[in-house]
C-alpha cells in the first residue's frame, strides 16, 4: 500500500524570485509518496520519568528528574496526548514499528528474541552498545594531558554537577522502563544499537525512518541508532516535529528554540520534518 505526505524542509539556498537574504530562508513541503512495507517508525528514549510508575528518589525530590520536573511532564504530554496514539494507528496500518533504547532497558520485553541473534545477545556487553560512538583519541602530548584532564572536568561539574547530583541521581536510571502508552507490543522489534538497527532494516527492505521521541539535540540526533547516523547509511530520516523535545534553557524555553533549531539542522542536513497531524492526513486513504 502506498500513501504520498508533504514533507517539509527550510532553504538555505537562493530561490528564483525572491531576493537573497535570511529573510527568505523559508519552510516549504515537497510530496512523496512511499510503501508502507519500506517505512519504520523509530521511537527513541521514551522513557518513564515523571509517570506514576517512573524512577523516583524520596530524598532527592524533583531532583530526581534528569532534566527537571517542567521537562519531565512536557515529555509525558507530548507521549500520551501525540505520540502514543500515532504509534497505535501507524501500528494498526502494519507500519513496522522500532523501539530503540538502552539494552538494559529493553531485555525484560518479550520482543527481546526476536530483535536480537544470538550472537547479538551474546557478545552484549555493558559497554558494547556505547562503544559504537566513536571517540577521538590523543595521539599526540599536546595539549597537555594534565592541563586537558583539569579544565574539562570542571567544566563538566559546572555544567552537569557530578559529584553531589548527577552521579547519584543516576543510579535511578536503573528503575526506567518505556511508558506504557508506548510500550512494545506484539510484532514490534527492539533497537539497542546502529549494527543491530541496520541488520533488521535490510532485512526488512526499509529505507524510510519517520523518528519520534527525545532529546531532539542529543539522543535522537546522535545515538547509533539516532538520525545523523543512520543518514550517513543512507536511510531517509523524517522527524515528527510534534513528537519531540529537548531540555531546553531559560533563554530558549519561551519558544522551544532550542528543539526547533534542532529540526532547522536535520533538515539543512539529514532528512525532512513533518507533524503528526500531516502524517495522519497523508494515510487517511489507506483506511
Known amino acids: ?133 566513536l571517540k577521538e ?22 555544567i552537569w554537577r557530578m559529584e553531589d547530583w548527577a552521579n547519584i541521581q543516576g543510579k535511578l536510571y536503573y528503575q526506567i522502563s518505556i511508558p506504557e502508552p508506548v510500550e512494545p507490543q506484539d510484532g514490534d522489534l527492539l533497537v539497542y544499537s546502529g549494527n543491530q538497527f541496520h541488520r533488521l532494516l535490510a532485512e526488512k527492505r526499509i529505507k524510510i525512518l519517520f523518528y519520534m521521541g527525545f532529546e531532539t539535540d542529543v539522543c535522537l540526533m546522535n545515538k547509533p541508532h539516532g538520525i545523523r547516523n543512520m543518514s550517513r547509511l543512507g536511510y531517509m530520516p523524517i522527524v515528527v516535529t510534534d513528537c519531540t523535545t529537548t531540555y531546553e534553557a531559560a533563554e530558549t524555553l519561551d519558544g522551544l528554540w532550542k528543539t526547533r533549531v534542532t529540526i532547522l539542522n536535520i533538515e539543512a542536513h539529514q532528512g525532512y520534518s513533518v507533524t503528526s497531524e500531516a502524517l495522519l492526513n497523508s494515510l487517511k486513504i489507506l483506511k
Open 137 to 158: 583519541e590523543r595521539n599526540s602530548q599536546w595539549p597537555p594531558q594534565e592541563w586537558v584532564d583539569s579544565w574539562k572536568n570542571q567544566h563538566r561539574e559546572l
Open 1 to 133: 500500500m502506498n500513501f504520498t505526505v508533504d514533507l517539509e524542509y527550510t532553504t538555505c539556498s537562493p530561490q528564483d524570485g525572491l531576493p537573497f537574504t535570511e529573510e527568505t530562508f523559508c519552510r516549504r513541503s515537497i510530496p512523496f509518496t512511499f510503501d508502507v512495507k519500506e517505512v519504520g517508525i523509530a521511537l527513541v528514549d521514551l522513557w518513564n520519568f515523571g509517570w506514576d510508575d517512573g524512577p523516583f528518589d524520596e530524598e532527592l525530590g524533583d531532583r530526581s528528574f534528569e532534566r527537571g520536573r517542567s521537562h519531565a511532564e512536557r515529555k509525558r504530554r507530548i507521549i500520551e496526548t501525540k505520540v502514543g496514539p500515532l504509534v497505535n494507528t501507524l501500528r494498526d496500518m502494519d507500519f513496522q514499528i522500532f523501539h530503540c533504547n538502552q539494552a538494559d532497558f529493553l531485555k525484560h520485553y518479550p520482543q527481546w528474541s526476536q530483535s536480537t541473534t544470538d550472537e547479538e545477545r551474546q557478545s552484549l556487553s555493558a559497554n558494547s552498545a556505547s562503544s559504537e560512538n
